[in-house]
């Protein structure tokens, strides 16, 4: 897709929005609705987390994949329909996970406070909950008071969701799309060092780069070689495990990146001074809370935008 179709579609999708602003969010919307809503989600998140390690990069791509499509309005966790392909069947979002999380919080909350807390928010505040259980406080502030969308098309999440073959300048587009800084497209991308990644998705650079049966030369050899006993030529996504991940800021034999994303990074020099502005003053963690709190406020629903719905999965009939 050239630059010029691009800026059209933003201008199109942000004309079709009918979203709240972020400014409408606010610290402990649920002080009065729902008085215990983020404290039962801190403990229903942290009690899976002690379970489940890899929850943390899991609920952090279901939030990434959620704001990316329609904003953060919860429509990556609504299920398809006979007559709609929704969000979490197109190809991008198949290896998604953490839904179970996400529905057995929405029933205590239900139980709690009937129609109060929107699945939206109990999304946002697992995303941040999970990836803080460690240090045991909150790393990041979340702002409630999202309402949930009506609609989720597996077409959109097809178009939206930045590709793991993008490159650098397809890459900025679409998050300026979203109102999203080169800034925020670095410090975001360092989600990536949480968790697994997966065969299927680098496959191609290992097997096919260019379409040539190659190997992406980006990929430093031994990085290539690991990854290779990893994942096998042919499609085995059944037996196959994950591929971990290694950080690409900490490991230089990762400096090819598991995702093609992560060296476009490098190869750009905006986006490669931010990486060593990050790495000189150790400020990653900084600019991570503010890179997503701002992913967070993407065409969020409020007011009377929406509703709340009273199963994650389905919209309310």
Not at 2 to 18: D, H, I, Q, R
Not at 186 to 198: C, E, F, P, Q, R
Not at 219 to 225: G, I, Q, R, W
Not at 272 to 280: F, H, M, Q, T
Request: net charge positive; aromatic share 6%.
């Amino acid at each position: 897709m050239n630059s010029g179709f691009l800026l059209l579609a933003c201008v199109v999708l942000l004309g079709l929005s009918s979203g709240g602003q972020a400014g409408e969010l606010k610290k402990h919307f649920y002080k009065k609705l729902c008085p215990r809503a983020e404290a039962i989600v801190q403990e229903l998140v942290w009690a899976s987390v002690e379970n489940n390690s890899a929850l943390p990069a899991k609920l952090l791509r279901l939030f990434f994949h959620d704001c990316f499509v329609r904003g953060c309005d919860a429509s990556v966790l609504l299920d398809s329909t006979a007559n709609s392909s929704a969000e979490k069947d197109a190809i991008p979002n198949r290896s998604l996970a953490g839904f179970e999380v996400i529905d057995q919080v929405k029933a205590a909350l239900e139980k709690a406070c009937p129609g109060r807390v929107s699945c939206a928010d109990i999304l946002a505040l697992a995303a941040r909950d999970s990836v803080s259980f460690r240090f045991r406080q909150p790393l990041w502030e979340v702002k409630t008071g999202r309402r949930d969308g009506n609609v989720s098309l597996a077409s959109e999440a097809l178009a939206d969701i930045p590709s793991a073959g993008a490159n650098i300048t397809r890459l900025v587009q679409q998050f300026a799309c979203k109102n999203l800084s080169v800034t925020d497209l670095v410090v975001l991308s360092g989600a990536h060092t949480i968790g697994d990644g997966h065969c299927g998705i680098i496959r191609n650079r290992l097997y096919n780069f260019a379409g040539n049966g190659g190997t992406d030369p980006s990929l430093n050899a031994t990085y290539a070689a690991f990854l290779k006993s990893r994942c096998s030529p042919t499609d085995r996504t059944t037996t196959e495990q994950p591929v971990v991940r290694r950080p690409l800021l900490r490991h230089p034999e990762a400096a090819g990146g598991l995702f093609q994303p992560d060296p476009a990074l490098l190869t750009d020099g905006k986006s490669n001074k931010i990486v060593d502005k990050l790495l000189d003053s150790g400020g990653f963690l900084d600019a991570f809370r503010k890179s997503i709190t701002r992913m967070g406020d993407i065409g969020v629903l409020t007011g009377t935008d929406g509703q709340i719905r009273s199963d994650c999965r389905a919209v309310n009939r």
